[in-house]
């Protein structure tokens, strides 16, 4: 079922027909000749009951809100246009809001690919562009709405490792547009049918779960010094041939290989070492 444009005309202009109803009704009543009265009397009393029954048509439109109507359990159409309107009197009518809306999901306990326990949740912003599958095809589209999105959430952090083992692969961690994208249009289907659509979704809250939050602390934190150790060593091994390089161009010392180890072990500790070194006067000989 899909959205129509119902019956309704502008309601200020037809204020003035119930009025002219009413103001007849009312006259006849009052010029009823006591001796005949039902000439005036019976039709005054069906005008002023006809004005009174066509009020009941008159119903308001605020921007950006819409007004489902039915007749008789029957769809008759959804009115768009603002201010006050008026329809036939037997519609029962029923408002939808057609604003932009938002929500934070609760935060959903899901394993990733990898099958580590993770925290997530996500912020997702919609709204119903089809009154008519909004009120007829769901229930409660709020509720599914908000049901729908927890659950497309869940099926798309299955779908990614919180940290991605190489460069090429997305993870949920590194790879936040992409994810994004990926979590809108799963929501976008699983809504289609509640006639609303999926403006933006995005993560709001990404952690392991508490269990093993400490031990993935841990892992990131030695991967952290892994890679700093292999800039220092690069660095520091750079540096070694830098200055052999120098010493030997230069003329400044001939060096052997048995002092050329030694030299290297010593640049090697200095370059590497966490504190500062103290430096030992060497008096005596390698060979002696």
Request: with cysteine.
């Amino acid at each position: 079922m899909n959205e129509r444009k119902g019956f309704s005309i502008a309601g200020i202009p037809f204020t003035g027909v119930c009025l002219a109803l009413a103001a007849i009704g009312a006259w006849l009543l009052v010029s009823a000749d006591a001796a005949q009265p039902a000439p005036h009397v019976i039709p005054g009393i069906l005008l002023l009951v006809l004005a009174g029954f066509l009020l009941k048509g008159f119903f308001q439109v605020a921007p950006n809100e819409a007004q489902v109507m039915q007749l008789f359990g029957r769809y008759a159409g959804s009115v768009r246009e603002e201010g006050l309107r008026w329809t036939n009197p037997f519609y029962s009518k029923r408002r939808v809001s057609l604003r932009v809306r938002n929500f934070e999901s609760g935060r959903l306990k899901v394993n990733d690919n990898d099958g580590n326990p993770i925290e997530i949740a996500a912020v997702v912003v919609w709204q119903v562009v089809d009154t008519a599958e909004a009120v007829f095809r769901v229930e409660d589209y709020e509720n599914f709405v908000h049901i729908q999105s927890e659950s497309a959430l869940r099926q798309m952090a299955q779908s990614y490792p919180y940290d991605a083992h190489d460069d090429g692969q997305p993870s949920l961690r590194s790879h936040g547009e992409v994810i994004n994208n990926h979590l809108r249009d799963e929501i976008q289907a699983r809504l289609e049918q509640a006639g609303v659509q999926v403006i933006e979704a995005r993560i709001s809250h990404l952690a392991y779960a508490q269990e093993i939050a400490q031990a993935m602390l841990q892992r990131q934190q030695a991967g952290a010094i892994i890679a700093a150790r292999t800039r220092i060593v690069e660095g520091a091994v750079s540096m070694v041939e830098m200055a052999l390089d120098q010493l030997s161009r230069r003329g400044v010392v001939e060096l052997d290989e048995e002092r050329k180890a030694a030299m290297v072990s010593n640049l090697l500790v200095v370059l590497c070492g966490e504190r500062g070194t103290q430096p030992v006067v060497n008096t005596g000989t390698l060979y002696g």
